[in-house]
């Protein structure tokens, strides 16, 4: 479980990833390529930690050894859904809109500020748990909320990309929202709920 200070840096980074996340709606500078590409980061930086913390506070994990076992598999799911992501979501479902292939290529090589911000935001909040330091973790790496988080988000990726290929559903002026919202709706409950789980009051009922 993390310490006090720890579960407000993430706390903090959730509420920055969702502000920025609004002001690019806004500004119409986002798609669902960046949304789940910036997922994927999101799970990537916490697993690279998690090794970090295997390798030079071994002492924090209740069984070291369950923890490298579980990390593998973890990073196989990301390498999987990397190459899945880029090329479906980024490339292949806004083939006929070139706008559009544009920004996730923008986005795919860093030149896209709001979400280069919110990368930030995440690598501090590692960095700040990282140095703050946590009490005992038991923690199962290989199935986190994070990997769930990109399971959902990816069928629910497609299923949109389906509905609206389809006509099934129109959208209007306000297509980003509808597109974005139902992407950050999710994180958000995933993400609280990775947080409490790794909270004194929840850990204490294990």
Known sequence: MHKPHARLSQYLSLAAMILITIVAIYNKNISVFYIIYLFWWDEFLKTVFYRLRYHFKKDLFQNPAQVLNGIKPRLFFLFIYIVFIIVIFGLVINWKDHDLI???????????????????????????IYRIGSEQ?????????GVITLHVSIVLGILLWFLVSKKFILFTDHA???SIIPFLLLKIFFEVMEIKDNSPKASSQY
Do not use: C
Request: hydrophobic share 60%; no cysteine; net charge positive.
């Open 176 to 178: 980003v929202i509808f």
């Open 137 to 145: 973790i038991n923690l199962n790496t290989s199935l986190s909320k």
């Open 102 to 128: 544009i920004m996730n290529l923008e986005v795919l090589f860093f030149k896209n500020t709001f979400f280069n911000i919110t990368l930030l935001t995440f690598l501090l909040r590692e960095i700040a």
